[in-house]
């Protein structure tokens, strides 16, 4: 059974720092590529980055230079490290493994930067 579970969210003021966390199981970690979306209130889900297998990362033009996407094969960990948070950087993010399990989503974890 496949299970995502973000963590790390919270408020943070404009400029600030945060690390997401996604725990992983249930799936083949080490040979799955990684992603994060984030949703913020009245707007689609969107892609923020992703790491390959290969730790090939991609990012959304929005977050370039200020998001970084690392993963722990041993642990089955995605993180994602947030720098210079934007109040547009607000909404609930979201890990996911794309591929045929792109269906399963975690819970989220709430993101809020105030300016």
């Known amino acids: 059974q496949v299970q995502l579970v973000e963590s790390g969210g919270g408020l943070v003021q404009a400029g600030g720092s945060l690390r997401l966390s996604c725990a992983a199981s249930g799936f083949t970690f080490n040979i799955n590529a990684m992603a994060w979306y984030r949703q913020a209130p009245g707007n689609q889900r969107e892609f923020v980055a992703e790491?390959?297998?290969?730790?090939?990362?991609n990012y959304a033009d929005s977050v370039k230079g200020r998001f970084t996407i690392s993963r722990d094969n041993a642990k089955n960990l995605a993180y994602l490290q947030m720098s210079r948070l934007q109040p547009a950087d607000t909404a609930v993010y979201y890990c996911n493994t794309g591929g045929p399990l792109r269906g399963y989503w975690g819970q989220g974890t709430q993101v809020t930067v105030s300016s």
């Open positions: 790491v390959t297998p290969g730790r090939t990362t």
